[in-house]
């Protein structure tokens, strides 16, 4: 057990709708990345928070957006869902960013029919 | 970040030693070399990282050559449950992001 929690496990949703992936850091930990994986991509990287401000982006579609909270707590928002946003995603959580070691929630897994 | 590549998949047999390599011959100076791995659909698993100097922790170790452009992942008596994708990457220093490649399927056999 990481220490970071993520909800809901499974989420199975319909071509355009919105959905939200919750998630609760380590204990103490500023940074929380959400990463996505699916079969024919891997695992990408899409964007870092760090302490309630964005610090980094990576391959994140303009239908998805994130926040983090001031309880550190973050969530993922997925818009206008496609069959190809269909994937695992997961959260992770560090102390504060660089070079920290990153430790991965259990994934939500994400199913648009 | 530097480019790894890493064998698709290796077997070992249970209470052996699993040595994964690992190549990163672009790799620069101020870029760290990091183990995680993934068991099954869980979240990826940090194991070990290092710079330049040779590393071991509870779980595994980490020998990285002189020149520092290959590595070897050591898990010194593999068990079935170290069944998993194993990644290999090269992180620069500073950097938020993991880039994750495609991993070493590892399976141990009993």
């Known amino acids: 057990d990481s220490g970071v929690t993520q909800t809901p496990k499974h989420l199975i949703t319909a071509t355009g709708q919105r959905v939200t992936l919750r998630c609760s850091p380590r204990s103490g930990d500023l940074s929380v990345y959400w990463y996505q994986q699916s079969l024919d991509q891997g695992l990408q990287f899409l964007i870092q928070y760090y302490n309630g401000e964005e610090r980094a982006k990576g391959n994140i579609l303009e239908r998805f957006s994130a926040q983090q909270f001031p309880d550190l707590h973050s969530e993922l928002n997925l818009s206008s869902l496609e069959l190809g946003d269909s994937a695992l995603y997961f959260c992770a959580s560090s102390v504060a960013g660089a070079k920290d070691e990153q430790y991965f929630g259990p994934g939500t897994r994400l199913t648009v029919t | 970040d530097a480019k790894t590549t890493q064998p698709p998949s290796m077997d070992c047999a249970e209470g052996r030693a699993a040595n994964l390599p690992c190549n990163h011959s672009t790799i620069s100076g101020n870029e760290y070399v990091y183990w995680y791995r993934q068991i099954h659909s869980q979240g990826p698993q940090y194991i070990i990282h290092g710079l330049k100097n040779n590393e071991t922790n509870e779980m595994a170790s980490l020998i990285i050559t002189e020149d520092r452009k290959s590595s070897t992942l050591i898990l010194p008596h593999a068990t079935l449950r170290d069944t998993a994708v194993y990644y290999c990457?090269?992180?620069?220093?500073?950097?938020?992001?993991?880039?994750f490649g495609q991993g070493t399927r590892l399976t141990i056999n009993p």
């Open positions: 990457i090269v992180r620069l220093q500073g950097a938020q992001k993991l880039v």
